[in-house]
């Protein structure tokens, strides 16, 4: 895939769907319909009648889709059942313009239907879904850069709604691009609360799995929406293994199924990454060639081609495999990332390397310092990392384990840790290195390492426009830095305090020498001088 | 080596030197003296009047040496010329009781003098020689247990009196009981100044390699003894690659005649160590195989089989090799320590895992904090550390670079460091972790790993009478520590405050939830119940 542009893998899928077409393009529609037109990057949705559950028909399974036409070019995406004899599909436009669509099932009320719709400019701020970028990086579909600051918060779509809205206010406030969640509820240490909804239909304690319940996923797709509005990636977990429901030990169709019934609900949220699994060697009842299989599922079935990884526990998956876009880790080896990234050539995200807290667990417990830290040295490396919190309350209901603390990790709630401001700091300063939004074609990778422990952003490939050095936990009273032969600006960078000191002057030849303060975790930013302003 | 004890190791010279003895001990003695008592571990020390240098005799290159008996017991060691007609041959009996001596020698005024002494209790605090102990630690040649604090002055020596005054001083009341420190002057970054005095006789820049300079040596000794007062083990550092006087790139002849009139001089003080070199692999006129060679004339020159190392840059030596008795590195890479003390079966020191300070480099700046905490890690992992510091003033002088700064590391001087409080405190809690001075035997290794990031202290090899918990960046509210089935106490240990908490009460069962600090970088310790007194 790695020379498949998000549009050559539309193509793809159209072409798949051409199959149907020579049946469905010389039918006469039974309605044809002109919808208002849709933005780019916003879902095209289109809902018909069709038939009702019976002696016969488990409407959960009848099978239908879109095929949607822009000149010679094809997509087709599967329509879903959503109860009450209300059939949807739904599409999310790439490119401006007319599009017309037909639709194609083996239920007669479902074939057919035919329309048209005009896809107009994205909303301001709406750059499509994430791809990747330049082998090791991230970009928005319309090449806006994107740089993951994630965080975590597995089950806090399965809390009360008030603690929801609470996770959504402190979201809109912390400096997060993408949150690591699950679609399943969780069972888990700190969380054995029952969800409001479930995702099959449930009798007592039984799941149906041949029937969805819709209110489950709609509920998902608001918080996906409220996720969207405030520019955060719903990274979604689609299988786990802390679970008391059934749901990690399904069947190999029921598994199936639940993920073409996801996709064909989600995949037109330009905010989705598929995470095929978290600690998919946890799952006891799965395989390794399950996870290969459900990734073939998942890749055949999703006709917007969204990101998709795995995350391991201890054995990791290889992510060199051609169905992963990129690395979903559980690891604080960032010195070994370089090498990684040499031998996959995808983006790495640590997104697991330890949260910030106080728990009584290995995993939950690093200070904030040291959670900014390894924000630090994923960066400087070429890669991201994503954050997480766990703490508990220093009370001794807490020691006498009493009490059901709120964790940010399983539940969301508020932040109660400190490293938010530094990981804020260092989202500007990466964002920052990419050029002005007017010039997104020069927006290039981070050549990376280019000294050690610094990582340059050279948007023409030669020149390197940005350059941070991360000093770690060395601390010298003067340094001299390796530079470009070019003419650069510097500024000191105190990730824990949180300020940025320009030093005065330009900085031209092999090295700037600089004098800093003794203290260990400082940075130092170098930029072009003529590109420093502005 | 691995199961010849020292005094098996004295017994082998003995038998090597048996060789010289038929023709020795038959000969009439043309002295025989009575000399005072010497305790043992202190010096017994020869003095001969022997031929002055003509035009034949080249008194230094005069072999000559003295075979002690006790009982059955043969050990032979060499003399040397101290110039002005004085032969002297210094050995440290490692036994009470009567000894004997005869001299042998090509020279007909240094042969057959024989005499006799008695040895006798050592003084309190000597401890004789420091040998490998159980496979990976140490101990003195008595018993008594020693753990390597070392720190790194590598010309303390070859600076102004005064200084090297100062030098003592600082050590006096540090924590250190090791100190790494070249015999050969040093040409460094920060270091260029001339000795008072150099090993080899010298007329203008030129040195005279067939003849030593007595003073040079006599000062070294005095160091020596300086620090064998202090209880400060000498890491002497034979070879190294800084210099400019030619020490580094001598003829293979001359590197021996060097290396045994140093064992000499100097094999009858307890507290050296020989470090063969410091960063053997940046001697460029020397290879592996020299290196090879030299430790075989070390060994071979050494009847009293002091503990043998060498120190890296890059390149590590191969410390398997029989003739190696201990590791001495130069990485931070402390997770590697069980795999390599597993593999070696030796003793290992961190001997340069990066110096406290400020320098403009990355080998020396790191904070007192981190400088700590791999101190720490050394020895959860059941190896040893070793400190270094190089501070510069935090002045414009120091930035513009026309001061010369006195660094601890180079020069000695004073500490201006954080770390030695902390360290002071790990070395305590490690010494408290033997048992008592009166049940020496009883002193047995650290079963290590005992736990994850725990080092359990096991007299009889069963019951860990101390275990000691290093929670790194982990900072927990409250932790469950596993134990083995027995009463412990529990004491929180904050290193950088250099506190330590009694926890009240005992513990028992298979783990201990104790409440901590949430903070990073704290211990824990646990002492079997009924010795945690006294």
New interface residues.
Partial sequence: MKNLSRRDALKLSGAVAAALLPAAIPAQPTSTAQHASVRVWEIFELTLQGPREDAVINPWKVRWSVVLSQGNRRVSVDGFYDGDGKYKARFMPDAKGPWTYTTESDAPQLRGHAGRFDATDAKPGAHGPVVVHNTQHFSYADGTPYFPFGTTSYAWIHQPEALQQQTLATLKAAPFNKIRMCVFPKHYEYNHNEPEFYPFARSGTTNDYTRFDPRFFAHLERRILDLQAMGIEADLILFHPYDRWGYQSMSAETDAFYLRYLVARLGAYRNVWWSLANEWDLMKSKTLADFDRLFHVLESADAHGHLRSIHYSVTMYDYARPWVTHASLQTDEFEKAPGRLAAWKKPMVFDECKYE??????W????A??MLRRFWLGVINGCYVTHGETY?P?TDA??NEDTTPTLWWAHGGTLHGESSAGIAQLRRLVEESAPRPSSRMGFDAPVNPYYLNAIAYAPDGKTAETILYYLD????????FPLPDASYTAELIDPAANTITMVPGNFRGKTA?L?LK???FQAVRFRLADTATG
């Fill in positions: 807290g106080n728990l009584n667990k290995r939950g417990n690093i200070s310092a040291e508990l220093e807490a020691f936990s060395h601390q010298p009273v003067w340094y001299e020498k004098r003794v203290k260990p």
